[in-house]
């Protein structure tokens, strides 16, 4: 069917439905685009909505810090079960959102001025060291946030925290729990042991040829070669495209002229504040009290009482008692409550407010200083708005190459010259790959798809156009095909020899320790064996779990044996990860005196132990949570 579309591809039939088809689609395309509803719930929580943006953040930050893990590996690969991912990260967004609503329910608050003092210190909103408005509005800018959004984004986190730790905070551990825990960590074990090595006996061993050539038709898989293939492909980027871009200077200067808001840094004020805090569900009587204890600081100032010395001594804020109420330089935009910052840009410099109600309770503000706005120059924001203006322009170029590239390699389904030579592109060629890894292009997984997909490869057909990260897209087709093949018996028979060799070895190394095994049932001692077959004997100082002088298998399997009875050894065989065969012997469990443990790791055991308690006990809570809860979901809007 599609090889008949492709062959009538350029009648006018053809032409007329895909028309009508590019009509139809364009039209619920531009709807769909210019018209989202980001109030879409994907889920409602107790009649709370989680909405479709909510949820896209949510998944956008998940897939970057997954990302961001693997270095440039393709994600999709660890990602086998896409619907499943975006489940659990809406189960997520639901825990968060039960943890919330308890939050508030319970009476959990943050104050304005601990958030504002959380924004100032993030590291990427300060300038040597002081927290920077420009750099904070560009911030926001960049991640499409307003103010507003991001703050009660960070307010809503620290709410969950607060939860969180309040939770944590109520679990508890024994120290009898503790000492049972740190008599078996900090436990020794005395073992000793023999190594029976199966490299010894390599030159025992031969393997005739009829078992060479068996193991070789019993197990072709293991000499096949992968199925390889190689691409030529044309790449339209915008990062490519806007290198070629002129740029128009006086357009540039018309854009900043246009724009010079945008590059203005706003009037920030410097100011202290007295907070007396009130909670949301602050009766009449403790409003009254408030007020009144802030009338009376306000009182003691006028009377010229240090506003700083109050403010440590009587401020709720306590993001700014250490700091004498300083919430430091902050545009009208970036104080967090509307009437605070209506009262302090209200202000002259030096002066003090009268006492203020906003969300959280009544404030006593001082203006210490006034930075006033400034309008950046054109040379200081020319290269910003040349990157902006070559960005623009390569788009609308890009989307426009990106028509043509669709449309000439569906049209010419054979070749990618065509579509080169009209584009100017030159046709690129990957190295060999298979289906399941290759190497710079081939690392996404959607080249790989495309190129051992039916039409690719078997048919010999241009890919369709594959968007890739970075703004990109490409149409492929197969430069070589290497079918998968198993290689000869002459070549890999060395290699087949060498493996029947190592497990004969093993095998004889493994029977030699049974034997021993056999003599040790009779009370002969292992050190005394070793000694008459001519084997190593080792006998450590006494390990324990976390001992790196033995080798990891041999310390695991002597950990895992039962107390040996007084004067009378455990034995046990192993055969080890390198494939010789120990017999081990062990003496004695020697269980730790937990008086003489260093008092740091006793904390550190008990801090350990509490952590996990806490976590079992939110785990629990959320549970408790879920089962009561009124969770619907909406997986069609996921």
């Known amino acids: 069917m599609l090889q008949l579309i492709r062959d009538k591809a350029q009648s006018w039939i053809a032409i007329a439905i895909v028309g009508l088809l590019i009509l139809g689609l364009s039209t619920v395309a531009w709807d769909a685009y210019f018209s989202p509803d980001p109030e879409v719930p994907v889920a409602k929580v107790n009649g709370e909505k989680i909405t479709s943006n909510e949820f896209q953040r949510a998944y956008s930050q998940q897939r970057a810090r997954l990302q961001q893990m693997l270095g440039s590996a393709d994600i999709s690969q660890f990602i086998p079960d896409e619907l499943e991912f975006k489940k659990n990260i809406l189960k997520r967004l639901e825990e968060e959102e039960l943890v919330f609503q308890a939050t508030i329910a319970t009476g959990y608050r943050v104050s304005d001025g601990l958030l504002a003092q959380q924004i100032r210190n993030y590291d990427v909103f300060q300038v040597d060291g002081q927290f920077n408005s420009e750099l904070y509005q560009q911030w926001l800018r960049s991640n499409y946030m307003s103010a507003g959004e991001f703050e009660e984004m960070l307010r809503r986190d620290a709410l969950l925290q607060q939860y969180r730790l309040a939770v944590g905070a109520t679990s508890w551990s024994a120290t009898q729990e503790r000492d049972a825990l740190l008599k078996l960590q900090e436990q020794k074990r005395d073992l000793g042991f023999v190594t029976i090595t199966a490299a010894n ?98 009182k003691q100032i006028a009377a010229g009482i240090s506003f700083e010395t109050l403010a440590r001594e009587n401020s709720d804020d306590i993001g700014t008692t250490n700091t004498g109420g300083d919430l430091g330089f902050l545009s009208y935009e970036s ?164 493996t029947l060799q190592q497990q004969a070895a093993e095998e004889m190394a493994e029977q030699e320790g049974k034997i021993i095994l056999e003599l040790l049932a009779d009370n002969n001692s292992l050190e005394a064996i070793a000694t008459e077959r001519d084997l190593k004997w080792s006998h450590p100082e006494a390990m324990k779990r976390t001992s790196t002088t033995i080798a990891a298998d041999i310390r695991q399997k002597a950990f895992r044996l039962d107390r040996p009875e007084v004067s009378k050894p455990r034995y046990v065989g192993l055969r080890t990860n390198s494939g010789d065969y120990a017999v081990l012997a062990l003496f004695a469990v020697i269980d730790a005196k937990v008086e003489a443990i260093d008092p740091a790791i006793l904390q550190s055991m008990l801090d350990q132990r509490q952590r996990y308690y806490g976590t079992s006990e939110l785990l629990g809570a959320m549970t408790d949570m879920r089962r009561v809860a009124d969770i619907q979901e909406y997986p069609e809007n996921l």
């Open 201 to 298: 006996y390599l030159d025992k061993v031969n393997i005739p040829d009829a078992e060479v050539r068996a193991y070789y038709d019993n197990n072709a898989s293991k000499f096949s070669t992968q199925e390889m293939v190689s691409v030529e492909y044309l790449e339209l980027s915008i990062a490519d495209i806007s290198k070629d871009v002129d740029v128009d200077e006086a357009r540039l200067q018309e854009t900043y002229e246009e724009r010079k808001s945008d590059f203005g840094v706003p009037e920030e004020r410097r100011t202290r504040h007295i907070m007396i805090g009130l909670t949301g569900d602050a009766s009449e009587e403790q409003i009254d009290s408030a007020r009144e204890k802030a009338e009376a600081l306000l």
């Open 335 to 498: 104080m967090i409550d509307p009437v605070y910052a209506d009262a302090a840009f209200a202000l002259t410099e030096g002066a003090v407010s009268d006492v203020v109600k906003s969300t959280y309770g009544f404030h006593i503000i001082k203006l210490e200083a006034i930075n006033s706005s400034q309008i950046k120059t054109f040379a200081e924001v020319k290269n910003e708005l040349e990157n902006e203006y070559r960005r623009h322009q390569a788009e609308d170029k890009f989307f426009e190459q990106g028509e043509i590239l669709a449309n000439m390699t569906f049209e010419n389904p054979d070749t990618l010259e065509l579509a080169a030579d009209d584009l100017g592109l030159t046709i690129a060629t990957s190295e060999l790959f298979s289906r399941n890894a290759g190497t710079e292009l081939a690392m996404d997984n959607h080249v790989r798809t495309a190129a051992f997909s039916e039409e690719v490869l078997l048919q010999g057909l241009n890919s369709p156009p594959l968007e890739l990260s970075g703004d990109r897209v490409l149409v492929l087709r197969i430069k070589e095909h290497q079918e998968s093949l198993v290689r000869p018996f002459d070549d890999v028979k060395a290699d087949i020899v060498k």
